[in-house]
Every structure is written in C-alpha cells, then in structure tokens.
Nanobody, 125 residues
Framework: VQLQASGGGLVQAGGSLRLDCIAS???????????MAWFRQAPGKEREFVAG????????YYKDSMKGRFTISRDNAKNKVYLQMNSLKPEDAAVYYC????????????????WGQGTQVTVSS
C-alpha cells in the first residue's frame, strides 16, 4: 500500500484547508476494509492522532481539540480519505500524515501499518 497526502499549504488563522490522501496498490474493496487516520507532527513535538475513520465510514474519532473544527471522511470507490480543517489556529501548524489501520477501526489507540509522506500545513497568525 502506498499513501499520498496532499492539500497542505499556508493559510491565515481562521481559514480552512482540505487534505486528501489517496491509497494506491490496493483495490477499493481492500481499501474499504482499512481504518484510516490522520496524524500530525509539529517541530519538536511528538506525533499525535488527529482524526480517524472506520473502513465503512460509519465510525469517526477525533482528538478533543479538533472536534467541531475538523471533519474526516472517505470515498472508498476512489481509495481516498479527506480531512476538512476549519477555523485553523497557529497551533494546528504541522506535517500531517495519513495512515492505515488494517484492522478496520481507525481509532486513536490502534496500530497503524502504512504511512504517507506527509503534507505541510502552515497557519499564520
């Protein structure tokens, strides 16, 4: 499985971005069995869970500070997962990564097996 994240960039505080992650090397049937998640890592900080979604898309999970601002979704027919980020804050600046949970859950405490290369999000104050 290869993951390609895109959509990062520079945005002013209060603005929005949508991150996309596309999975290649798998059929959409296999992709739909994967839980997917977004993580982020800011300079000097540990990588942290941002949001996750189950394979079916029925269950979603968020870090508390993202609830109400970020929305994770997926399109299994396109092998894609998205992260809509609204009301961005300077502290949201980080490299954002998408990852695969082969067990299908996509929750924060799962083991993630495949990772994308990351996309940089910069938020100016």
């Amino acid at each position: 499985v290869q993951l390609q994240a895109s959509g990062g960039g520079l945005v002013q505080a209060g603005g929005s971005l949508r991150l996309d992650c596309i999975a290649s090397g798998v059929t959409f049937i296999t992709f739909s069995s994967y839980g997917m998640a977004w993580f982020r890592q800011a300079p000097g900080k540990e990588r942290e869970f941002v949001a996750g979604i189950s394979g079916t898309g029925i269950s979603t999970y968020y870090k508390d500070s993202m609830k109400g601002r970020f929305t994770i979704s997926r399109d299994n027919a396109k092998n894609k997962v998205y992260l809509q980020m609204n009301s961005l804050k300077p502290e949201d600046a980080a490299v954002y990564y998408c990852a695969v949970d082969r067990t299908g859950y996509g929750g924060p405490a799962r083991s993630y097996d495949y990772w994308g290369q990351g996309t940089q999000v910069t938020v100016s104050s």
